[in-house]
Nanobody, 124 residues
Framework: VQLQASGGGSVQAGGSLRLSCAAS????????MAWFRQAPGKEREFVVA????????YYADSVIGRFTISRDNAKNTVTLQMNSLKPEDTAVYYC??????????????????WGKGTLVTVSS
């Protein structure tokens, strides 16, 4: 599966952005999807995951209550709605796919497919 993230941009603290990840291929609905991010000078970190059916999600503590992930298997897309953005959310955001569900242990090295990132900049 090929992935392409979009929707990044610049926003002031407290604002919102919506990221999208478009997938190619007819097997998209068989993959669990996740978003990771990498801030300047830091390692890539997990943000949120959604199961292939959309029934299960798992969020990093830092984004609970502010970010919402959803998917539309008919359109081969995953969306990340980001509200109440903070300067510390500034990062390149990546979508990723894998056929395994990792519960609370999502690591970038476990993911099979990656899209190119999209930059989110939050100014104070």
């Amino acid at each position: 599966v090929q992935l392409q993230a979009s929707g990044g941009g610049s926003v002031q603290a407290g604002g919102s952005l919506r990221l999208s990840c478009a997938a190619s291929g007819r097997t998209f609905s068989t993959y669990h999807m996740a978003w990771f991010r990498q801030a300047p000078g830091k390692e890539r970190e997990f943000v949120v995951a959604i199961s292939w059916s959309g029934d299960s999600t798992y969020y990093a503590d830092s984004v609970i209550g502010r970010f919402t992930i959803s998917r539309d298997n008919a359109k081969n897309t995953v969306t990340l709605q980001m509200n109440s953005l903070k300067p510390e959310d500034t990062a390149v955001y990546y979508c990723a796919a894998d056929r395994s569900w990792y519960g609370s242990r999502w690591y970038d090295y476990r993911m099979d497919y990656w899209g190119k990132g999209t930059l989110v900049t939050v100014s104070s």
